[in-house]
């Protein structure tokens, strides 16, 4: 707590876990290890990377990703509900955790920060840290609209629970289907699957928060391809109220606070699921946020330049790292999917060896 009250405020009735596994990994392991949540982080640590299968239109396995593409050893890849279920358990009794709650104003004085709630009469606060995700309601409030600081990378994607999937025979397998300009597949691990949908697009205008819009632009791009399972992920995603639809996206700020109000995580630098670096990145940050306010004892006029200088490298890093992974798994021609497909590895290779604890 390092003497400071904190308020929590999340939209969501619930801690949300849907959506795909992540993972923790470089610096970020330490700053686990420093939280004490890292021998909880690799209790519940998964492994999918080694069992990915690309497949053919009648689902015929044609190759796996290489081995030297993917994570490091100390990487820890967790589901979403785990890390959200650890984090939660670690906090403080006196930090307050308020779900179904959302920022409707910002007011900032000289002394103090007046927030208005949904839910009732505004509050003051010292200072405001928005780490409310790619959307942050916080950074449109004071930096200005969303779409100053967005980067589209050209993808959509998608993700919804499969139930169905979960207990199928399937030796753990993810399979992976592209056909130009899209990618459909299923995920499988612990006792869940998932269907996932990558489309390349230009931006799209729709409203984040409308899920059977987000259905409906699946429904246009994926109705007339009738190859592998790709309709039966159609059906789970009819089915699922809590389906996930966004663009691949990063931000680009060209600073992260404002007076009494400073960013973190996706909110103030989201490099996009391409980089797989979100949580980690989220990590480091509030850990160097945290540290710089104790430095300065309280003072944000010193502590959030310091911080944002101590966590630009990482973001520059992660963001940059992109590279063509869209490209990857979401090749725009033929010619494209069959020049992907001569580099992958043959199924059945030995994979890498299995990181011990």
Not at 157 to 167: L, N
Not at 254 to 274: E, F, I, K, N, T
Not at 277 to 306: I, K
Request: aromatic share 6%; proline share 6%; net charge negative.
């Amino acid at each position: 707590m390092r003497g400071h009250h904190v308020t929590i405020v999340e939209r969501a009735d619930r801690l949300r876990g849907n959506g795909s596994p992540i993972d923790v990994r470089g610096d970020a392991i330490q700053v686990a290890e420093e939280m004490g949540i890292l021998p909880a982080l690799r209790d519940a640590r998964i492994r999918m990377t080694e069992q990915v299968h690309f497949v053919d239109d009648d689902g015929t396995a044609i190759g796996r990703l290489p081995d030297d593409i993917g994570d490091s050893p100390d990487d820890i890849e967790i589901a979403r509900e785990d890390l959200s279920r650890i984090l939660a358990e670690a906090l403080p009794e006196a930090v307050e955790l308020r779900l179904g709650e959302s920022v409707d104003s910002i007011a900032e004085h000289d002394d103090r920060v007046e927030v208005g709630f949904a839910s009732g009469d505004p509050e003051r606060f010292d200072l405001v840290l928005g780490a409310d995700g790619v959307h942050s309601a916080v950074r449109r409030l004071v930096f200005g609209p969303e779409r100053d600081w967005t980067r589209h990378l050209g993808l959509y994607v998608a993700i919804t629970d499969m139930p169905g999937e979960a207990d199928a025979e399937a030796e753990r397998i993810n399979p992976m289907y592209s056909y130009p300009g899209h990618l459909a597949g299923i995920a499988r691990f612990k006792d869940r699957a998932i269907g996932v949908l990558m489309f390349a697009s230009d931006p799209i205008d729709y409203d984040y928060r409308d899920v059977e819009a987000q259905k409906r632009i699946l429904f246009e791009q994926f109705a007339e391809c009738r190859s592998w399972k790709v309709q039966t992920i159609l059906d789970a995603v009819r089915a699922d109220p809590d389906v996930y639809f966004d663009s691949i996206s990063q931000i680009h700020l060209p600073s992260w606070h404002r007076g009494r109000v400073a960013l973190v995580g996706d909110a103030a630098h989201c490099a996009s699921p391409l980089a797989g670096r979100g949580a980690s990145l989220a990590l480091t940050g509030a850990q160097f946020l945290a540290e710089e306010l104790e430095r300065s004892h309280g003072d944000h006029v010193t502590a959030f330049p310091r911080y944002e200088a101590r966590q630009r490298p990482y973001v520059e890093f992660a963001q940059g790292a992109v590279g063509g992974g869209g490209a990857l798994l979401v090749p725009p021609t033929r010619e494209a999917i069959e020049a992907r497909n001569r580099l992958l590895q043959p199924v059945g290779s030995a994979p890498m060896d299995p990181v011990s604890e």
